[in-house]
């Protein structure tokens, strides 16, 4: 069984930077394609980028352009996503997401529990 | 990249039919069979139960059905029950390798 364990709850000051992880366990890693959604409270889902399998590229929402990253480390097959130049309208749940076909357009097959990151001064 | 439209709520009888429809646009909804619709339940992370339009994954309700008409997607819900209570998502895949989400839909079962 395919599990996501995110890292723990964050609260960040505006403009720090976040790191949340994402340990894969259940599957080969890089069979997977990942990515990034979040939820701010009482709100919608809201993808912020991911791999497509299409190009080997990664594709980040318009709005998340420059301020978001996202990388893999193959070796403890852990993903991370990095925003920066926090708001506090970035307060949110961030969840990681798999996605085991590798086509284009997902769908999301396996989710992580969430972190949620909280911006406050 | 704008959210796909949906109605923030919809509401029936046990045993009764819904419909939740997700409008996008020809770059997204309307250009590839890339439609996904999740539920969603309060504090869980979404669960996938429709993709590519109209497909089912294991596990998930013959009562669940998706289809989709030009840059309109829909998923149906018959013999509805107590337990379908949530929050419903449709997600699709744009021309610009991106992916976007409807706004969401709350769905109470009276």
């Known amino acids: 069984q395919i599990q996501l364990v995110q890292s723990g709850a964050e609260v960040k000051k505006p403009g720090a930077s976040v790191r949340v992880s994402c340990r894969v366990s259940g599957h080969i890693f890089t069979d997977l394609c990942m990515h990034w959604v979040r939820q701010a409270p009482g709100k919608g889902l809201e993808w912020m980028g991911g791999f497509d399998p299409e190009d080997g590229e990664m594709y980040f929402a318009q709005k998340f352009q420059g301020r978001v990253t996202m990388t893999e480390d193959t070796s403890t097959d852990t993903a991370f996503m990095e925003l920066s130049t926090l708001k506090s309208d970035d307060t949110a749940v961030y969840y990681c997401a798999a996605v085991l076909r590798a086509l284009p357009g997902g769908p999301i097959d396996y989710w992580g529990q969430g972190t949620l990151l909280a911006v406050s001064s | 990249q704008s959210a796909l439209t949906q109605p923030a709520s919809v509401s029936g009888s046990p045993g009764q039919t819904i419909t939740i429809a997700c409008s996008g646009t020809?770059?997204?909804?309307?250009?590839?069979?890339?439609v996904s619709w999740y539920q969603q339940r309060p504090g869980k992370p979404p669960k996938l139960m429709i993709y590519d339009v109209d497909k089912r994954p294991s596990g998930v309700s013959n009562r669940f059905s998706g289809s989709k008409s030009g840059n309109t997607a829909s998923l149906t819900i018959s013999g509805l029950q107590a337990d379908d209570e949530s929050n419903y998502y449709c997600s699709s895949y744009t021309r610009r390798s991106t992916w976007v989400f409807g706004g969401g839909t709350t769905l109470t079962v009276l």
């Open positions: 020809s770059s997204d909804v309307g250009a590839y069979n890339y």
